[in-house]
């Protein structure tokens, strides 16, 4: 079993900044698409950034584009959600999520989350003034 550790969430003010970390140190996380989905009480997890293998496309939410980066850090295996201009309705709990198999051909997708068969725990994430 894949374990995928999530850090890096936190409280911040409205208009702050947080940087989310993915780590795993039992597969190369460049090989896999690598995706960061988020849940909201009450809500459906929804996806926000992915990108695909070895640094191929990335995708964005509508919601997030402009203020969250999903980049990859091959020297240390992570994958980085870097977010800006954080809102109150960015408030969740943020999970990284891997695809397999390796390198697939087709690109990252933040609709089809059963692609993605390993998931971290979870870190909160909370805006509010």
């Known amino acids: 079993q894949v374990v995928l550790v999530e850090s890096g969430g936190g409280s911040v003010q409205p208009g702050g900044s947080l940087r989310l970390s993915c780590a795993t140190s039992e597969y190369t996380l460049n090989f896999y698409s690598i995706a960061w989905f988020r849940q909201a009480p009450g809500k459906e997890r929804e996806g926000v950034a992915c990108v695909s293998s070895a640094d191929g496309p990335k995708d964005y939410a509508d919601s997030v584009k402009g203020r969250f980066t999903i980049s990859r850090d091959t020297i240390n295996n992570a994958v980085y959600l870097d977010m800006s201009n954080l809102r109150p309705e960015d408030t969740a709990v943020y999970y990284c999520?891997?695809?397999?198999?390796?390198?697939?051909?087709?690109?990252?997708?933040?609709?089809?989350?059963?692609?993605?068969?390993?998931w971290g725990q979870g870190t909160q994430v909370t805006v509010a003034s």
């Open positions: 999520a891997m695809d397999s198999p390796p390198m697939r051909s087709t690109p990252c997708t933040l609709v089809i989350k059963r692609r993605y068969d390993y």
